[in-house]
């Protein structure tokens, strides 16, 4: 599997979508596959919310608590909130062992646009809360 991970942020809804490829076995591969986060999420130049679709991701379960440290770090600064989908099997339960092991949230939508409608609902959640 060729390692990429494909961004497309939507200006209008404020949400970069991503399409996360990679096999992560190594501390290495985390931390390369978070710097190649961070190069294209600072090119967004405000804070945002993500979908991401990891259908693609494997994240081994030597450097889960590895990952969900570096993920905190990663989108603690730019990221509002964040919603993942996916229908493989596999890829749910790993990032769901991931979640777990970082004490992280681990909601994963079916779909892009359940994602999506999660992602509102966030953005109405904080909307009230500054009301």
């Given at each position: 599997m060729e390692n990429k991970i494909t961004f497309d942020y939507d200006r209008a809804s404020n949400i970069l979508f991503v399409e996360d490829q990679w096999d992560i076995k190594t501390k290495e591969d985390v931390d390369a596959f978070f710097a190649e986060y961070e190069r294209n999420m600072k090119?967004?130049?405000?804070k945002?919310?993500?979908?991401?679709h990891i259908d693609k991701l494997a994240v081994h379960a030597d450097?889960?608590?590895?990952?969900?440290?570096?993920?905190?770090?990663a989108t603690?600064?730019?990221?509002?909130?964040?919603?993942?989908w996916g229908v493989d099997s596999t890829a749910r339960m790993a990032l769901?062992?991931?979640a777990m092991k970082a004490k992280m949230p681990y909601t994963i939508?079916?779909?892009r646009e359940k994602a999506v409608q999660a992602v509102e609902?966030?953005?109405a959640?904080?909307?009230n809360k500054r009301q």
């Open positions: 090119s967004v130049k405000e945002f919310w993500m979908v991401a450097v889960a608590e590895y990952y969900g440290e570096v993920a905190r770090k603690n600064e730019l990221v509002l909130g964040l919603a993942r769901r062992t991931t939508h079916t779909s609902q966030m953005k959640e904080r909307t």
